[in-house]
């Protein structure tokens, strides 16, 4: 999750989708994986055309919502995509989906918490483990935090550097034993196991070592930067660890 404010541009969504959208969430028709899955790829869809925000309230088959803070985003595939580590470090790298897919990969499953209040229990994520990206890199001193940015153009996340090295903070490139898809904030996406979603950039671009933590895009309109699940936000959800 980045936002509570969906995209916005693209032609209005109809009543009758709208309608139909409603009817699909209140049907029971997640009984079957496929057909969970085909809702999540409907209303991830929808939500790309969608200047109405109605989408984004919507629970699909999985739970999830689908948030952008930028009227468009752009699609990357394995062509284009590239992912860059510099700041404070030795060793500025830039890194494709093929070279990403061929470091070690980590699947981590835990539930998936929103600041806003939904919750999606034991979702599959996997990939490198930042803390491989960041030693790859070389870390050098007066490192102390860690900032990501997204192709969005707009959405932007820190950590601190000891919490950017737990093992389950990811640079993912699957979800639910899937490839991040677009909606999700694919190709790549940062996930971040124990914090609210919001932590969780979506979109990743950029991995940049800083001196200091710098308040991501939700930080400075009002949320926690350290954003523990059941231990942050004013918030006493079950902790995802």
Known sequence: MTTDHPDTEGAPVGRRLVLGMLGLGAGGLVAAPYVQ?????????????????????????????????????????EQDYRLTVNGL???????????????PQTRVVRDVQCVTGWRVPETPFSGV???????????????????FTCFDGTYSESL???QARRDDVLVCLRMQDEPVSHAHGGPVRLYVAPMY???????LSGITVTSEVRPGYWEERGYDVDAWVGGSNGRSDTPTV
């Open 89 to 103: 470090v030795d060793r500025p790298t830039t890194y494709t989906l093929d070279t990403l897919s061929a470091l």
């Open 129 to 147: 483990r930042l803390s491989l990206l960041l030693d790859a890199a070389g870390v050098g001193p007066g490192a102390k935090a860690v900032r």
């Open 160 to 162: 601190t550097l000891q």
């Open 37 to 77: 899955r085909g809702i999540e790829a409907f209303l991830g869809a929808a939500s790309d055309k969608d200047p109405t925000g109605l989408t984004g309230l919507l629970p699909n088959g999985g739970g999830f919502r689908y948030y952008s803070v930028a009227t468009s985003v752009p699609r990357k595939n």
């Open 197 to 203: 979603f919001y932590k969780s950039a979506k979109w």
